[in-house]
């Protein structure tokens, strides 16, 4: 088996230079270093990954904790958590919580006990005692998707990343009144959820930006998953007066929505308008094709996965709260043509990247 020093003698460099290169402990130059991959590609050369992290107290490997099994859109930020990994050249642990607190802190503990050198988490409505955990044993870690409470001051404690949630709720239901609705449902996720407060907060600015009141009739939580959704949405339609229009605020609770309208016998558009928050594969296969707001779910777990390397590599840096942008995706079960306008939200959001003062 090839060795660091054979390699380090195909590419006439030193042994330290190389592993510089495999460990990313120095900058090298771009030519030294395209020197040493492509000896360590001819010679076939395999690190010693258990040495190296003997030496290094290091395994090069990050733990992700997420709720990937009934979610989708969580499969696509586990692709771009993953990807970015492999091109940093860590490799990957994954735990699913289940999204319950007690499951959530043995998949950390789990993952913790595997040595991982950080986590990327997307913590449960409940995450006192995973925060406890982590805390406790100072692991390095970023809040994904879902944030956790801020300091007294305002500031983040962890790093986190996490999409706008207000700003785009809030431009689907001004979306759904420009086109004459004035009773607009929400089914919104599971209580406790930062994304579930954040899209109730925009949907009730939607309403204020269009001149509608809020009618606490017409929010009901279909606690983040399909089954949930369709109880939640049968719960509206019963009402003396039901909705004309809804917002389903992630795409496992669109797809138990539109269940309790099929089983209804209820059109979309023709009796209820839809839009809803996330964009599916399969959303443009729908008849009619589902109006959404897409989440960027694989830059969201690359950004993950890039924020905790600085965490590693500066642990004593500021903690910060970045979020990215959606899209509005216009289809045709809003009810009206298929046209690539984007509603404007009432208001902006707090700035991407808030630090530590």
Not at 43 to 64: C, E, F, K, Q
Not at 72 to 80: C, D, N, S
Not at 93 to 99: C, I, M, S, T
Request: glycine share 8%; hydrophobic share 40%.
């Amino acid at each position: 088996m090839a060795t660091m020093a054979d390699v380090a003698r195909s590419a006439g460099v030193s042994v330290a230079t190389v592993s510089h290169v495999l460990n990313g402990t120095r900058p090298v130059l771009p030519r030294t270093r395209q020197a040493v991959l492509d000896a360590v590609e001819e010679l076939g050369y395999t690190p010693n990954t258990l040495a190296r992290s003997l030496v290094t107290s290091r395994t090069r490997s990050i733990g992700l904790a997420v709720s990937t099994t009934g979610n989708p859109y969580f499969t696509e930020i586990l692709r771009g958590v993953e990807a970015a990994a492999l091109e940093h050249g860590y490799s990957l642990l994954v735990a699913d919580p289940h999204d319950d607190p007690g499951h959530e802190r043995r998949a950390v503990r789990l993952l913790h006990e595997r040595r991982v050198d950080g986590m990327v988490v997307a913590p449960s409505a409940d995450p006192r005692g995973l925060l406890a955990y982590l805390g406790r044993h100072a692991v390095p870690v970023v809040f994904l998707d879902r944030l956790v409470d801020a300091a007294a001051d305002g500031a983040p404690r962890f790093d986190q990343v996490c999409a706008e949630s207000a700003g785009p709720t809030a431009g689907l239901v001004t979306h759904l009144a420009g086109l004459g609705h004035r009773r607009i449902g929400l089914v919104a996720g599971r209580p406790g959820l930062s994304t579930t407060r954040e899209r109730i907060t925009g949907y009730r600015h939607g309403l204020a930006a269009a001149g509608l009141p809020y009618d606490e009739r017409l929010l009901v939580h279909g606690d983040s998953e399909s089954a949930g959704a369709e109880r939640a949405t049968a719960a509206l339609l019963s009402l003396a007066a039901p909705p004309t229009a809804l917002v389903t605020a992630n795409d496992a609770m669109t797809l138990g929505a539109l269940r309790a309208l099929r089983d209804r016998g209820l059109s979309v558009p023709g009796d209820i308008a839809l839009c809803c928050f996330d964009d599916f594969p399969w959303a443009d296969l729908f008849s009619p094709r589902l109006t959404a707001v897409a989440q960027p779910g694989r830059e969201l777990g690359a950004q993950a996965v890039r924020m905790l390397l600085e965490r590693l590599a500066a642990p004593d840096r500021p903690a910060r709260t970045v979020r990215l942008p959606c899209t509005f995706v216009h289809r045709t079960s809003c009810g009206c043509p298929d046209q690539p306008t984007r509603p404007e939200p009432p208001r902006k959001e707090p700035s991407h990247d808030r630090r530590r003062r």
